[in-house]
C-alpha cells in the first residue's frame, strides 16, 4: 500500500549530528542522546539505532513503554528512563535491565524491595533540585534521602543529575551558572558525605553546545542531534561565545500527496467556518494531511511545496486534510508530491518557520507529527 502522508528521515543527517556531539564531547563522556516521544518525532527504533551505530553510548528515553520498545527491536545499551515510572511496574524496570531516575522514597523502597527479592542490583540516579522546580530533591533534603537509598543492599547509586530551566531562551546564562554551582556542591555534599557518585550529568543540547563544564561524565542532548537548533538564542551564543564553527543538519521532511485538483469561483468560500473567500477563480488542491496528523489547527497562514514552488494555505485545517492555492502552479497534478517540512529545490520549509507559523517551538512541531504516520530512512 502506498503512502498518502509520511516522513523521510535523512541517516546521513542523524549520523553527522552525533557524530558532532561526539566531537564536543570527546570520547570519554557517556554520550546519551534523548529519542523520548518518538524520538522527537524522527522514529524511537530507526533513530536510536543509527546513533548507537554513530558514537551514542546510552540512550535517554521518557516511559517504560519505549524502553520495551527498545528492548524488543533488539537494542541493549544502556537506556536511562527520565520520566516517572509507576510504583506497579517497577520490577519491569529490573526485569529490562534499565536505568531510573529517582525522586521520591516510595520509589526507592519499592525498588529496593524488587531488587532483593529478584536477587538484582538496581541502578538509581538521583534527580536534583536546583531551580527548574520539577523533579527533584531539594538541598535541604538531600542527606536524608541518600541516607534512605543506603537502606536498601540492592540499590546502586550510579548518577547524580539535574535540569536547566532557561539556558536555551536567552543570552544571559547567569540563572543557568546559579544552578550549575549549586549542583556541584550539592554533588560535593554527597561525596563529603562518603557517596561516590560516578556519573554526574546536567547538560542538554544548548549546555552541551555552549558549556563545556556542564559535560562532566555524560550528557543528554536531545533537539540538536536530530539537526535543530534548540533556540535562535543558543545558536547566536554558540556563534559568540564559541565562536561557530559547526553546522546542524535537519533530518526530518514531512510529505504528502495531491488528493484532488479542483478550480474554485471567485468569490467562494473555502473550509470550515467560511474563513476565506476567493478573490479570483483559483485552483485548489486537496492533501490528505490534517491536524490529527500533526499539523496544527491554529495555522492560518502555512505553505507547503510542490514541484518547488510554494502553495498558499486556504482556509481551516481540518482533522484530516488541508486545502491550498496551486493557481500558479499549473503543472500540479493528482498524487503529486506534497513537502510539507522540509527541502523541495530552492525552498524550504524548517520546523522553525513552521513554528513561527504555529505560534510555538520547533521541538512540539516534529514531536506532535503522529507515530502512526511511517518513518522512511534514507
Known amino acids: 500500500m502506498e503512502n498518502l502522508v509520511w516522513v523521510e528521515i535523512s541517516k546521513d543527517a542523524l549520523s553527522d549530528n552525533i557524530k558532532t556531539f ?5 570520547k570519554d563522556t557517556i554520550l546519551c542522546p534523548c529519542v523520548k516521544a518518538n524520538a522527537y518525532g524522527h522514529g524511537l527504533v530507526g533513530a536510536s539505532k543509527i546513533f548507537l551505530e554513530n558514537g551514542a553510548n546510552w540512550l535517554a528515553v521518557n516511559s517504560l ?22 510504583l506497579s511496574d517497577l520490577e519491569e524496570v529490573l526485569n529490562l535491565d534499565l536505568r531510573v531516575v529517582v525522586y521520591n522514597k516510595e520509589t526507592v523502597e519499592r525498588l529496593g524491595e524488587i531488587a532483593e527479592k529478584l536477587g538484582k542490583k ?3 540516579h538521583i534527580k536534583i533540585e ?31 543529575s539535574t535540569h536547566f ?11 543557568a551558572e546559579t544552578q550549575l554551582k549549586k549542583f556541584n556542591e550539592i554533588a560535593a555534599t554527597v561525596e563529603d558525605f562518603g557517596v561516590k557518585i560516578p556519573l554526574k550529568h546536567s547538560a542538554n543540547s544548548a549546555a552541551t553546545l555552549l558549556f563545556p563544564e556542564t559535560h562532566f561524565e555524560m550528557v543528554r542532548p536531545g533537539i540538536a542531534t536530530y539537526g535543530m537548533w ?11 561565545e564559541r565562536g561557530g564553527g559547526i553546522s ?6 514531512w510529505k504528502t500527496k495531491i488528493a484532488q485538483i479542483k478550480t474554485v469561483p471567485s468569490g467562494e468560500f473555502i473550509g470550515y467556518g467560511c474563513t476565506y473567500k476567493t478573490t479570483r477563480e483559483t485552483k485548489i488542491a486537496i492533501l490528505p494531511v490534517g491536524y490529527y496528523d500533526g499539523y496544527d489547527r491554529g495555522i492560518n497562514n502555512a505553505h ?29 497534478k493528482l498524487e503529486d508530491e506534497v513537502v510539507l517540512l522540509g527541502h523541495d529545490g530552492d525552498e524550504n520549509i524548517s520546523a522553525e518557520q513552521f513554528a513561527k507559523w504555529a505560534g510555538t517551538i520547533n521541538y512540539e512541531i516534529t514531536t506532535r507529527i503522529n507515530d502512526r504516520i511511517p518513518r522512511i530512512y534514507v
Open 248 to 253: 546542524l543538519s535537519p533530518a526530518l521532511s
Open 230 to 240: 534548540p533556540s535562535d538564542e543558543t545558536f547566536l551564543s554558540f556563534s559568540s
Open 122 to 124: 538496581a541502578k538509581i
Open 165 to 175: 530551566a532557561n539556558i536555551e531562551d536567552t543570552k544571559d546564562h547567569s540563572f
Open 22 to 26: 561526539r566531537g564536543l564531547t570527546g
Open 65 to 86: 513503554y519505549e524502553a520495551r520498545a527498545l528492548r524488543s527491536a533488539g537494542v541493549f545499551k544502556p537506556i536511562y528512563v527520565l520520566g516517572y515510572v509507576a
Open 304 to 332: 507547503v511545496l510542490i514541484h518547488g514552488k510554494r502553495a498558499a494555505q486556504r482556509g481551516r485545517v481540518c482533522m484530516n486534510i488541508i486545502m491550498v492555492d496551486v493557481t500558479d502552479i499549473p503543472e500540479a
Open 130 to 160: 536546583t531551580g527548574n522546580n520539577r523533579q527533584g530533591v531539594c538541598e535541604s533534603e538531600i542527606i536524608d534521602f541518600v541516607k534512605y537509598i543506603l537502606n536498601f543492599k540492592n540499590l546502586e547509586i550510579e548518577g547524580l
